[in-house]
Nanobody, 126 residues
Framework: VQLQASGGGLVQAGGSLRLSCAAS????????MGWFRQAPGKEREFVVA????????SYADSVKGRFTISRDNANDTVYLQMNSLKPEDTAVYFC????????????????????WGQGTLVTVSS
């Protein structure tokens, strides 16, 4: 499975961006997906996860109410809508995937994931 993340860019505080993560290869809807981010000098941190069937999601407290994850299994794409962006959201955002036999399960740790995209840079100016 290959993951291609896109949609990053420069935005002012309070603005919005939508990230996309397109999967290719031996994709199946049972792949759980997640977004993580890494700011300069910091460890990679969890942002949001979604189950294979899209019915279960989990958000980091720092993004709750501002970010929304969704998936289009017909097109093997996961989206991250980011609203009310803050300078502290500045980071490289990575999408990740893993196959799970449990289509309703979500995974919050980077070590759980088998496949990673190349990352897309989000910069929020104050």
């Amino acid at each position: 499975v290959q993951l291609q993340a896109s949609g990053g860019g420069l935005v002012q505080a309070g603005g919005s961006l939508r990230l996309s993560c397109a999967a290719s290869g031996r994709t199946r809807s049972s792949y759980a997906m997640g977004w993580f981010r890494q700011a300069p000098g910091k460890e990679r941190e969890f942002v949001v996860a979604i189950s294979g069937n899209g019915g279960t999601t989990s958000y980091a407290d720092s993004v709750k109410g501002r970010f929304t994850i969704s998936r289009d299994n017909a097109n093997d794409t996961v989206y991250l809508q980011m609203n009310s962006l803050k300078p502290e959201d500045t980071a490289v955002y990575f999408c990740a995937a893993l196959w799970s036999r449990y289509s309703g399960s979500i995974y919050l740790q980077p070590r759980d994931y088998d496949y990673w995209g190349q990352g897309t840079l989000v910069t929020v100016s104050s």
